[in-house]
């Protein structure tokens, strides 16, 4: 089984429509992390997470919300989607112990 | 502002040849690196790190070198394999402080049989 699972692994939605993407984890990790890939941009941060009761922002926040509901789950919420939301996003986890962070297999967003 | 950067987007070599994946930073604070690896269709995966008390981590056929005065950092893989093609990421961390982990841009490799 995945360590980092993402759920929808692909979308497709309309504009202005609210879409929520979900992550969860058994790898017992404390941080939790969302990113987003586009082409010639890298992966760029949105969210992160360090327990249940602490909420990040990252590089580029704007138009998401995230919502840390266990240790183990981490969703990702565009409120109003919008087509310049077209992306690759991954979930990732690392631990406080040791170093690296290890990486879901990614939800493909198609904002219509 | 980009502060992990990967000025080649793609980099093609024969099988068989050393391939230089090449990675710039800007923040004086960061003081751990890692390179993943991604293929289409899959999360990136962890390949190797190094910290910056360190100028050569090697790992198979995997080193990855530091300048710290440079800000520059390195992967080597020789031999290069048809396997290895896949897109390289760079990351860089500051392991006081919010313990981030920032990304460059990628680079595409192509390992031609």
């Known amino acids: 089984d995945a360590d980092v699972t993402q759920t929808p692994r692909n979308r497709i939605t309309k504009t202005g429509k609210r879409i929520m993407l979900e992550c969860s984890q058994t790898k017992g990790h404390d941080r939790m992390y969302w990113y987003r890939q586009d082409p010639g941009l890298g992966l760029r941060l949105i969210y992160y997470s360090f327990d249940v009761k602490d909420i990040n922002k990252g590089e580029i926040s704007d138009g998401y919300s995230v919502s840390r509901q266990a240790q183990a789950k981490f969703s990702l919420s565009l409120e109003s989607a919008i087509p310049n939301q077209t992306a690759l996003y991954f979930c990732?986890?690392?631990?406080?112990?040791?170093?690296?962070?290890?990486f879901g297999p990614g939800t493909r967003l198609t904002v219509t | 502002d980009q502060q992990v950067k990967q000025n080649s987007p793609s980099l093609s070599v024969q099988e068989g040849r050393i391939s230089i994946l090449n990675c710039d930073y800007t923040n004086s604070m960061f003081d751990y690196f890692l390179w993943y690896k991604k293929y289409p269709a899959e999360g990136p995966t962890f390949l190797i790190s190094?910290?910056?008390?360190?100028d050569k981590n090697e790992d198979g056929r995997f080193t990855v070198f530091l300048n710290k005065s440079a800000k520059h950092l390195s992967l080597h893989i020789v031999p290069s394999q048809p396997g290895d093609s896949a897109v390289y990421f760079c990351?860089?961390?500051?392991?006081?402080?919010?313990?981030?982990?920032?990304f460059g841009t990628g680079t595409r490799l192509k390992v031609l049989a």
């Open positions: 990732a986890t690392s631990d406080r112990r040791t170093s690296g962070i290890h």
């Open positions: 190094i910290s910056s008390i360190k």
């Open positions: 990351a860089a961390q500051t392991t006081s402080g919010t313990y981030k982990y920032i």
